[in-house]
């Protein structure tokens, strides 16, 4: 069966060419994810400049998350960053505010040699995932990344892996230039839905900016100081002094965690409240609900509000129940 992904752009996802999926193995098409392409002899020296993280090292074996924030520290939108090319990062953000953070960047980007493009659409992104992912696609791409936010790169295509295990990966395909890697990868493993590797990601704690939150958040609001997001050792960045100073002299009011709501939806943005309190004591970041109709998400809050009850939309409203991430927060909510 054909499904439909973004616009010109039509994959057989449900029907194997060789009819031997790997079934613990698992494949879609990141249809909300978007990717913005920095091209240019002076496109690293500018990304430096726009960033939380270090663009120096980023190479073509080598990715990192990072965010692109206001002067006063606010976050714009989040990406994962790649190295295409020896002239070509390629930025993984969310597609509903991919033109707004395209439009930020060439605000600043005038006196560069370099041009930002919103506007590739043969460039596609997909999420791999599962048990003995890493040997499948091995047979596909012959080398494979090793490490967390470590990647390989060649003509047309980056394969980065996002978690330590080598269990979960994001390609990011030029299907004009590559067509047959997307058929590969439909062909070998079992289709899934794009919510179930965003409950991979919410569990795993890395935190996205979408239209509901842009400009909300700090970065030490949504743990980017414990996500590998942020460097302080880089040098200066738009928003930098912000974020700076909250490291070395502030302690964050407002943490994020990762939270269940049973039976109940939850969208970015929505605020919640606690017990004895009857104002905003935090907002929801990201949410999906999971295969067991189970709403996963997280949430930023008030370091004092988590020893209570939280509730959605109101003081009565559906409660939330705060889980564990897979990192520590240190000191931070003592």
Known sequence: MLTAGPPGFIIDVLTPASGNWNLSIYFTPLDREALLHVEGPDARTFLQGQTTCDVRTIDPEHALPGACCTPQGRIIFDFLMCQASEHHFVLRLRRDILKTSAATLAKYIVFSKAVIDSEQPNWRPFAVWGDGAHEVLKRIFTTVPDAQYDCVSGPGFVLAQLDALSQQFE?????????????????????????????????????????????????????????????????????????????????????????????????????????????????????????????IALVVATTESVTRELHLDSIDGPLICLGTLPYSLGNDTA
């Open 171 to 295: 390609c990011y395909v030029d299907t004009a230039t590559q067509p047959g890697i997307a058929a590969e990868l439909a062909s070998a493993l079992s289709p899934a839905s794009e919510d179930s590797w965003q409950a991979l990601q919410i569990e795993s704690g890395i935190a996205r900016i979408e239209t509901a939150t842009t400009e909300h958040f700090i970065p030490q609001m949504l743990n980017y100081d414990f996500t590998g997001h942020l460097s302080f050792s880089k040098g200066c960045y738009t928003g930098q002094e912000v974020v700076a100073r909250m490291h070395y002299r502030g302690t964050p009011k407002r943490r994020m965690y990762l939270a269940t709501l049973q039976d109940e939806p939850a969208t970015a943005g929505a605020l919640l409240y606690s017990n004895g309190s009857e104002q905003s004591v935090g907002t929801v970041v990201n949410s999906t609900t999971t295969i067991d109709n189970k709403c």
